[in-house]
């Protein structure tokens, strides 16, 4: 029975392993998921035991697991899914991952996604705590403050008389230029037809293999860039412009939306939705290094 269930566990980063290597993705992560996946198979007694008495600190005293497989077992035995590998298969649903916060059922994830455009937890969290989802009806105060308390959790972050303080982050966002740089790989090698395609299960009845996908990395940072396959995407005619980047950020994984700006001041500029002011500064310093003649490109 351990080793069946275990086993069965081992699967999905196994085939995350299998996905990364044919996706081309860095081979020191393709082993990692892959070593992973054998120290699963290996264990003498279930792994859910281990998260049950031991925690994630039990996780990650296993052989080759460190924070971010700890958290992605962890995630996988609580739910029974794993982001990562839906995202790979081409699966990822916006409001499946909506839904994934208690609190959060089928009608209001929708509601969310199709009304206010939230597409990530992050952008969840800032609907939150902006007054955009107190004004939904049935949201009341102890709904809205369970949500609250849910992401704060699930997004490493701590909270402060129930708000979130600018020094609540545990890690540092990358900065603006930093993602607008993969925005830019992304885009540059998915028009030169150089990224592997993947068939998206959603929106797509040919089974089509249309959706470019890269792996890449800065630093220590692993990143991976979809153009947007969700409804609205389509809706608005924006699925080769609207660009989802799912990044390590140290406290668990973050996504963002990097779009084509339309309005002024930043109109036609790439920038990434819900950092609109440090992208400004951005352009803006850009434009005087050209000016002064120190910036190339």
């Known amino acids: 029975m351990t080793q069946m269930l275990n086993g069965e566990i081992a699967r999905r980063p196994r085939e995350v392993a299998l996905l990364l290597h044919e996706q081309g993705a860095n081979p020191f992560r393709v082993h990692a998921y892959r070593h992973a996946a054998e120290t699963l198979d290996r264990l003498d007694r279930p792994v859910t035991e281990i998260l049950e008495a031991e925690g994630m600190g039990g996780l990650r005293e296993l052989p080759g697991i460190g924070e971010s497989l700890a958290r992605s077992i962890r995630d996988l035995v609580k739910t029974g899914r794993l982001p990562m590998l839906d995202r790979l298969r081409g699966e990822a649903d916006p409001a499946a991952l909506l839904m994934s916060v208690p609190g959060i059922g089928d009608a209001l994830a929708k509601h969310l996604h199709d009304e206010l455009g939230i597409e990530t937890l992050e952008e969840l969290e800032t609907a939150a705590h902006d007054g955009r989802m107190a004004q939904i009806a049935g949201i009341g105060e102890k709904?809205?403050?369970?949500?609250?308390?849910?992401?704060?959790?699930r997004l490493g972050r701590l909270r402060e008389r129930g708000r979130l303080s600018a020094t609540d982050r545990s890690s540092p966002e990358p900065p603006v230029e930093e993602l607008l740089d993969v925005d830019h790989e992304y885009r540059e090698k998915a028009a030169s037809g150089q990224l592997r395609m993947i068939a998206p299960r959603r929106f797509n009845p040919t089974h089509e293999a249309w959706l470019p996908i890269l792996h890449t990395q800065r630093g220590e940072r692993h990143y991976t860039a979809l153009f947007?396959?969700?409804?609205?995407?389509h809706q608005?005619?924006?699925?080769?412009?609207?660009?989802?980047?799912?990044?390590?950020?140290?406290?668990g994984e973050r996504q963002c939306t990097v779009i084509t700006a339309?309005?002024?001041?930043?109109?036609?500029?790439r920038i990434?939705?819900?950092?609109?002011?440090?992208?400004?500064?951005?352009?803006?310093a850009r434009q005087a290094g050209h000016t002064l003649g120190i910036v190339g490109r």
């Open 228 to 233: 947007s396959n969700t409804p609205r995407a």
């Open 143 to 153: 709904k809205l403050a369970g949500i609250i308390d849910s992401l704060a959790s």
């Open 272 to 284: 990434v939705r819900g950092r609109e002011g440090e992208c400004l500064a951005h352009y803006q």
């Open 236 to 251: 608005m005619g924006k699925t080769r412009d609207w660009v989802i980047l799912y990044y390590e950020n140290g406290s």
């Open 262 to 269: 339309q309005r002024e001041p930043l109109k036609g500029h």
